[in-house]
Structures are given as structure tokens and as C-alpha cells.
T-cell receptor, first 114, second 111 residues
Framework: DADVTQTPRNRITKTGKRIMLECSQT?????MYWYRQDPGLGLRLIYY???????NKGEISDGYSVSRQAQAKFSLSLESAIPNQTALYFC?????????????FGPGTRLTVL | QKEVEQNSGPLSVPEGAIASLNCTYS??????FFWYRQYSGKSPELIMF????GDKEDGRFTAQLNKASQYVSLLIRDSQPSDSATYLC???????????FGSGTRLSIRP
């Protein structure tokens, strides 16, 4: 089984709809992240959480919110989706150890907002 | 100036040759540097990380770090068609709370 899972894998929605993307991990990591990826722009950090009670904004948090329901679960919500939120969304985890703190990515959710 | 810069490519390299991928970063306090490989439509996967000046080798891959020049590179020896992918450079910020990704270099290995 995959260590980091994301649901749904694909989603098409309409402008103004509220949607939630979910992420679960079995790696036992405390740190979780949400990124979006757009062609030519690389990965941009939306929100990150270092433990259940810790939520931090990334570089592009406007229009998004998150919930850390448990160590293993981190959800991303778009309260009112707009077309420029069409992108590939990745959840990631890391163990926060020393100089490495390698990030492990989920398979991604392809979101289209019409 | 972007915090982490990479040439978007595509970089075309003949099979069996050495592919050289480059990355520059702006924050002098950056501590750790990562190379991820991403196949089209897939998630990024770590190739290797480096945090000390010099070279670090892992199989066909060598990461090179020069903190004075704020430069990190990835060399892929004996390039294979399966190495065709986008390579993302990532840098751990001096605040150590987040990683900044470059926009990636698309590498194509031609038979």
C-alpha cells in the first residue's frame, strides 16, 4: 500500500463550489504539506503543518484552508473554487530530521475548475 | 529574482552521455539541497540530497554543491532513456521551516 494517499485523484468542479482534497499517510511523520503545481511554475507551498496543533501558511494560501484532523490526515479545502485554482495538487510528508527532512509525495490530485 | 532557479530546458542528451543539470539559489543561509525526479503526471521522488560543499555520489548520480557560488548541480552518467523526466531542485530555507522548489528542468535522453 502507498505510504501517502490522496483522494480524489481527479476532480472536475464548477466555479463557486466548495471542495475538499484529502491526504492520509502511514509513514508516521509529524510534518505534512500541501503543494500545487502549475506548468512552468514548479511546486508552490500552500500550507504546512508540523503537528496536529500547528498550521502555517505557505507562499500561496489565499483561497485555501486546511485541517489537520490527526497526525495521519491533512485536508485542503477550496471554499469557493475559481478557474485559476486548476492545477495538480500534491500532499507531502516529512520526518523533520536534521539536514535531510526528505519530503515524500502522494500521487497527486488533478483538479479542474470550470 | 526567484529563490531557486533552473533552466526549464528541454535539455537533450544522447544515450550513454553525461547529463548536467544546474540550479542556483538566492538565500545564502540555505542549509540543504535536494534533487527530485518527476515523470510526467507522476509525483516527485527524491534522487539525492547534499548539504556539504563538494561532491556526493550515488550510483550514476553525482550532486555537486558550491555554497560560495550558491550553485548546486546534478550529473547523470551513462544516461538512459528512462532518465527522461523533469528534475526539480529544492532548497531548505535558512528558517528550516520549508523547502523551496525550482520550476524544474526537462531532460530528454535521445537513443
Amino acid at each position: 500500500d502507498a505510504d501517502v494517499t490522496q483522494t480524489p485523484r481527479n476532480r472536475i468542479t464548477k466555479t463557486g463550489k466548495r471542495i475538499m482534497l484529502e491526504c492520509s499517510q502511514t509513514k508516521g511523520h509529524d510534518r505534512m504539506y500541501w503543494y500545487r503545481q502549475d506548468p512552468g511554475l514548479g511546486l508552490r507551498l500552500i500550507y504546512y503543518s508540523f503537528d496536529v496543533k500547528d498550521i502555517n501558511k505557505g507562499e500561496i494560501s489565499d483561497g485555501y484552508s486546511v485541517s489537520r484532523q490527526a497526525q495521519a490526515k491533512f485536508s485542503l479545502s477550496l471554499e469557493s473554487a475559481i478557474p485559476n485554482q486548476t492545477a495538480l495538487y500534491f500532499c507531502a510528508t516529512s520526518d523533520g530530521q536534521g539536514n535531510t527532512d526528505t519530503q515524500y509525495f502522494g500521487p497527486g490530485t488533478r483538479l479542474t475548475v470550470l | 529574482q526567484k529563490e531557486v532557479e533552473q533552466n526549464s530546458g528541454p535539455l537533450s542528451v544522447p544515450e550513454g552521455a553525461i547529463a548536467s543539470l544546474n540550479c542556483t539559489y538566492s538565500d545564502r543561509g540555505s542549509q540543504s539541497f535536494f534533487w527530485y525526479r518527476q515523470y510526467s503526471g507522476k509525483s516527485p521522488e527524491l534522487i539525492m540530497f547534499i548539504y556539504s560543499n563538494g561532491d556526493k555520489e550515488d550510483g550514476r548520480f553525482t550532486a555537486q554543491l558550491n555554497k560560495a557560488s550558491q550553485y548546486v548541480s546534478l550529473l547523470i552518467r551513462d544516461s538512459q532513456p528512462s532518465d527522461s523526466a523533469t528534475y526539480l531542485c529544492a532548497v531548505r530555507h535558512s528558517s528550516a521551516s520549508k523547502i523551496i522548489f525550482g520550476s524544474g528542468t526537462r531532460l530528454s535522453i535521445r537513443p
